[in-house]
């Protein structure tokens, strides 16, 4: 019997990305998928903005929001659900879902724990396509945002903003595929 020899596997993991978010064929899927994240983290109210004319996706919340370690916990383990049994998520996609259908996409959110801790995750599909290796998502704190809910007020200096976590995609592209969902779908 000859000596035992391995190959190594590798892949591109930009590319990969994009091609895991492919599995979302539609702008509708996309939607869904946001809503269902927003349920899954007790969100109470869900805004959603579809702006046809500007090719902008805008997807709000009041849920618990999410912190670098979580965020991060959910960026490393794609296609692994991070979510407890009984939630809507099972495949550990959505938070991908839009990328390769959009020019930008950004994530804001602050933990329910600490309302001032907004952050803000830029994802550019580009970027993402000559990314081969060290695949990093740029994140800054945004200093001047304050969680205020209906009827309150942020401390001074502050913006207040009446959402915990907004899903943004900028340059959404058009539906390759026709498709139809049914609320039970949802």
């Known amino acids: 019997m000859g000596k035992l020899m391995t190959s190594r596997l590798d892949f591109h993991k ?45 997807c709000r919340d009041n849920g618990h929001g999410v912190d670098k370690s979580r965020f991060d916990a959910a960026l490393t383990s794609i296609c692994q659900t991070q979510k407890k049994p009984g939630k809507l998520g099972k495949y550990g996609r959505g ?41 990093e998502i740029p994140v800054e704190a945004l200093e001047d945002c304050h969680y205020c809910p209906a009827g309150a007020h942020a401390p001074s200096g502050k913006k207040g903003v009446p959402w915990r976590t907004e899903c943004r995609a900028e340059g959404y592209t058009e539906d390759r595929v ?4 049914s609320p039970e779908e949802i």
């Open 14 to 58: 930009g590319q990969t990305l994009l091609a895991i978010a492919g599995t979302y064929q539609t702008i509708l899927q996309v939607i869904c998928e946001w809503t269902q994240n927003a349920l899954d983290t007790g969100a109470t109210h869900i805004f959603l903005i579809v702006d046809q004319k500007r090719r902008r996706l805008i």
């Open 95 to 135: 938070l991908i879902a839009i990328l390769g259908k959009c020019t930008r996409f950004f994530f804001v959110s602050t933990p329910a724990h600490n309302p001032a801790k907004y952050l803000r995750w830029a994802f550019s599909p580009e970027d993402l396509r000559s990314r081969k290796t060290d695949l």
């Open 178 to 181: 026709l498709s139809t969902f």
